[in-house]
């Protein structure tokens, strides 16, 4: 099929050229020449395991191409919408700018039969209003939601076997032949048994915001229950294990520590605030503001961590920072508890300095008055205190009796709760973590 993205950044780069992997022509329309022209050349503008690889195929075929000029998706049957709905400047709600673009650019080149379809996270009510601009460019045409569910480091392999595909589209002949037509680009993931769940617009466009809800409440619940085990003397990382054998909880998304970030979770809950506030219903959702809370407190408590190590104060003191990106196998740094946690202690007078294995040169552009090391033996040496807050492996798997001989104070506060606290200590390291004895 002919397919075009609009969009090429984290999503709509993936998409693309997973699409073509799937055996589609794909064209990718961006407004960003930069990444256009890295995108050509088979290069990510940013790290996705796998991903280059995917691009470098794509683009050897010719069925993947790249371009500035959204003239050259005319020919494509469908059309899917992959721009970023960032939050406002100085609100929670969510900024439609990229989204009203790609809709703007895309209707002139509508054709009876074809099919827009959206993936971006936008406030429920936004696909209605683009339907009805779809239907009055082209009434042949049809709009489907499709809400993405990417986790980044995995995005490849969620966009090529996803767990569910979710339509939202009307209930009407026409749309239920779009929805044949969008069945047709899922054709491999549909036939090895993905589910695919048909709603309603409003019902679609909650999917995701409702889903990383749902996560950020989990993961904000254990750490309120690790400010519990401080006051308490009780081990957090016990009392997950514990609670995570009853099936109706689980185990995943209960490992405390210094919080999420990232591009997705902190913006969604927000906007989604803001939209039930629009609509009348904000009392529905007002626990999500403890939710954030208890997220942003976990900065707080870390750079708290660092000081009672220090003796009460950081000032002049020499912290190395591990990790950057807001998560592993990223190089994304959007709200990251990892650069937050830095700056605070750079702005209280500490001397830090940050080590990532993939987000340095992003970091560098967002806080320039930070110091940077390539290497985890450049960063420490001579630190009087470690924080580990991103979890890389090469982080997890580190040799506490090695890297003991290039610090000058063994002290290490595991932000994330992924040591072994029993290992460190026998290396003769002060170890700290949050919510735990």
């Given at each position: 099929m002919r397919i075009s993205v609009f969009g090429?950044?984290?999503?709509?780069?993936?998409?693309?050229?997973?699409?073509?992997?799937?055996?589609?022509?794909?064209?990718?329309?961006?407004?960003?020449?930069?990444?256009?022209?890295a995108l050509s050349r088979g290069e990510a503008p940013f790290y996705e395991p796998g991903l280059p690889d995917l691009l470098a195929e794509g683009i050897a075929t010719g069925r993947l191409v790249f371009t500035t000029d959204q003239s050259r998706a005319a020919d494509a049957q469908i059309h899917f919408i992959c721009v970023g709905t960032p939050q406002k400047a100085g609100e929670y709600a969510a900024d439609l700018t990229y989204v009203e673009s790609a809709v703007t650019a895309i209707l002139p080149l509508l054709k009876p039969g074809d099919v827009v379809v959206g993936k971006s996270t936008v406030p429920v009510g936004t696909a209605e209003r683009i339907a009805e601009r779809v239907r009055m460019a082209q009434p042949g045409a049809e709009l489907i939601w499709n809400p993405e569910f990417l986790r980044e480091g995995f995005a490849v392999e969620d966009t090529l076997k996803p767990d569910r595909l979710v339509y939202g589209m009307a209930q009407t002949d026409s749309a239920r032949a779009a929805a044949a037509l969008l069945d047709e680009v899922y054709a491999v993931a549909l036939a090895d048994g993905t589910p695919k769940v048909e709603a309603d617009l409003a019902t679609a466009q909650l999917v995701k915001v409702a889903a990383n809800s749902f996560l950020s409440t989990k993961i904000s619940f254990i750490n309120a229950m690790a400010e519990l085990c401080e006051a308490t003397g009780a081990d957090v990382?016990?009392?997950?294990?514990?609670?995570?054998?009853?099936?109706?909880?689980?185990?995943?998304?209960?490992?405390?520590?210094?919080?999420?970030?990232?591009?997705?979770?902190?913006?969604?809950?927000?906007?989604?605030?803001?939209?039930a506030g629009e609509l009348g219903v904000d009392q529905a959702l007002s626990f999500l503001r403890e939710v954030d809370s208890i997220n942003m407190r976990r900065r707080v408590r870390m750079v708290d961590l660092a000081r009672e190590e220090c003796g009460g104060s950081i000032v002049g003191r020499r912290i190395a920072v591990l990790g950057a990106a807001f998560k592993p196998d990223s190089d994304d740094i959007r709200d990251s508890p990892a650069l937050s946690v830095a700056a605070q202690m750079q702005l209280q007078g500490a001397r830090v300095t940050v080590t990532d294995p993939k987000a340095i040169d992003n970091a560098r552009k967002k806080w320039p008055e930070l110091s940077f090391a390539q290497t985890v033996a450049d960063a420490v040496a001579g630190a009087e205190v470690i924080l580990l807050l991103t979890e890389w492996p090469?982080?997890?798997?580190?040799?506490?009796?090695?890297?003991?001989?290039?610090?000058?104070?063994?002290?290490?506060?595991?932000?994330?709760?992924?040591?072994?606290p029993v290992a460190w200590r026998a290396a003769g390291w002060t170890y700290r973590a949050l919510g735990r004895p």
């Open positions: 090429c950044g984290y999503l709509g780069a993936v998409h693309a050229a997973c699409m073509t992997r799937l055996g589609h022509d794909v064209i990718g329309v961006d407004v960003i020449p930069e990444h256009i022209a990382s016990l009392l997950a294990d514990a609670i995570g054998h009853d099936a109706r909880i689980g185990r995943r998304f209960l490992n405390a520590g210094v919080g999420f970030g990232g591009g997705c979770l902190p913006k969604d809950i927000r906007a989604f605030m803001a939209r090469e982080y997890v798997g580190l040799d506490p009796v090695e890297l003991r001989e290039r610090v000058a104070v063994p002290r290490i506060i595991d932000g994330r709760n992924c040591l072994d």
